[in-house]
T-cell receptor, first 108, second 115 residues
Framework: EDKVVQSPLSLVVHEGDTVTLNCSYE??????LLWYKQEKKAPTFLFMLTSSGIEKKSGRLSSILDKKELFSILNITATQTGDSAVYLCAVDGNQFYFGTGTSLTVIP | DTGVSQNPRHKITKRGQNVTFRCDPI?????LYWYRQTLGQGPEFLTY????????KSRLLSDRFSAERPKGSFSTLEIQRTEQGDSAMYLC?????????????FGPGTRLLVL
């Protein structure tokens, strides 16, 4: 059965900390892995990863994919309170599969 | 605003009533997806269209659910004889798909509460 598993389920850190969010998958006909940030509204797109080992960066966020081990990580450095959100991982296979998300809380 | 839009944003209905939601995708996008999201869960895939063709439906989509995209632009999702378990956020997303991968862009969602 196709699935996407994210860990940890929740995380509380202090401002300035660095966090690593994990996403592992077992999906038929893998095409890409996507990261989204969801606050109290619909998810907003962060990254799309298709190739192993190529890091994508956007400001303090970065992500990388390992297609051999079937996982991806999302790193956030120097966290800010505005980073507090649920981070969703989705894999594009025969259909889109979403993980349950990691709830990140950044406290001042 | 050139993003994905959904209407209504909120809907409260009594059990047994029918409801219909609308999604307007980004104009050049050929794929349109419907998801359902309950509290604390990631979005669950319901169905998707490529242009006007409905290519896949999840087994989550019971006979009470129907979706259309008659002209390959906007889409509607209808739920007949609503049940309390239908209460959720219904998300629409659109993408431009050629071959290979695609990025979905989400609308703001329609929050349904069935009393």
């Amino acid at each position: 059965e196709d699935k996407v598993v994210q860990s940890p389920l929740s995380l509380v850190v202090h401002e300035g900390d660095t966090v690593t969010l994990n996403c592992s998958y077992e999906v038929t006909n893998f095409r890409s892995l996507l990261w989204y940030k969801q606050e109290k509204k619909a998810p907003t797109f962060l990254f799309m990863l298709t190739s192993s080992g190529i890091e994508k960066k956007s400001g303090r966020l970065s992500s990388i994919l390992d297609k051999k081990e079937l996982f991806s990580i999302l790193n956030i450095t120097a966290t800010q309170t505005g980073d507090s959100a649920v981070y969703l991982c989705a894999v594009d296979g025969n259909q889109f599969y979403f993980g349950t998300g990691t709830s990140l809380t950044v406290i001042p | 605003d050139t993003g994905v839009s959904q209407n209504p944003r909120h809907k409260i209905t009594k059990r047994g009533q029918n409801v219909t939601f609308r999604c307007d995708p980004i104009s050049e996008h050929n794929r349109l997806y419907w998801y359902r999201q309950t509290l604390g869960q990631g979005p669950e895939f319901l169905t998707y269209f490529q242009n006007e063709a409905q290519l896949e439906k999840s087994r989550l989509l019971s006979d009470r659910f129907s979706a259309e995209r008659p002209k390959g632009s906007f889409s509607t999702l209808e739920i007949q004889r609503t049940e309390q378990g239908d209460s959720a956020m219904y998300l629409c997303a659109s993408s431009f798909w050629t071959s290979g991968s695609e990025t979905q862009y989400f609308g703001p969602g329609t929050r349904l509460l069935v009393l």
